[in-house]
Every structure is written in C-alpha cells, then in structure tokens.
C-alpha cells in the first residue's frame, strides 16, 4: 500500500553497532580519573582550583569560599518523594522544599 497516510516508521538507530558520537571508552578513561570527590576540595580565597567535582550538593559547596563561584548547574532530583530522605522514609513536600532552600542559602 503506496503511502497509506500514516507515516512509515523510521527507526532511530539503523546499525546498533555503529559508533555514536560523543564520548569513546578512551575519552572516559582519559576524563574520569580528572573528577575529584568532595574531600578533594580544598580551595581558599587565595587559592583558587578548578576541576570537575562530584559531590552532593550541598556537602561540595559547603567547602567553597563564598563569591568564589559565577555559575552553578543542578539538575534537582526529578521525583524527590520516591527518594528516601536521613531518616529513612519518603520526603514529605515540606521537607523538600526545606531542602532546596538549604541548597539555594549556600549557593
């Protein structure tokens, strides 16, 4: 049936096995170890470092000096009443937003 007014389906990846572009196992391998951990912060006001830092938020930025940062990206949790809050149980609404504004205080 030539063209029967639905569109035909075109998958998104024709050969799986093809590479993506993007990031190779070498660019992680090269990258990954470039990530430092919380406890690698050790940054004064005379002393500045960059780097890419994984951590919570709120424990990394805890460790930064104040103005020291122009930018900050956070991607907040997308279903935080599903996540288990320090006492072990689903975050009620109000606790949440207490939360962000502990996050939004430090920054």
């Known amino acids: 049936m ?45 002393q500045m470092k960059e780097g890419l830092f994984l951590s919570t938020c709120l424990d990394g930025m805890q460790q930064l000096p104040d103005r020291s940062i122009d930018l900050i990206i956070t991607k907040p949790p997308k279903d935080p009443w599903s996540e288990i809050n320090d006492q072990g149980s689903r975050m009620t609404l109000q606790e949440y937003y207490q939360w962000n504004e502990k996050w939004l205080d430090q920054s």
Do not use: C, M, W
């Open 2 to 46: 030539p063209n029967s007014g639905k569109e035909s389906f075109i998958p998104p990846f024709t050969n799986p096995l093809e590479t993506y572009p993007g990031l190779t196992i070498n660019d992680l391998n090269r990258y990954l170890p470039a990530i430092q951990t919380v406890d690698d912060i050790s940054i004064t006001s005379d």
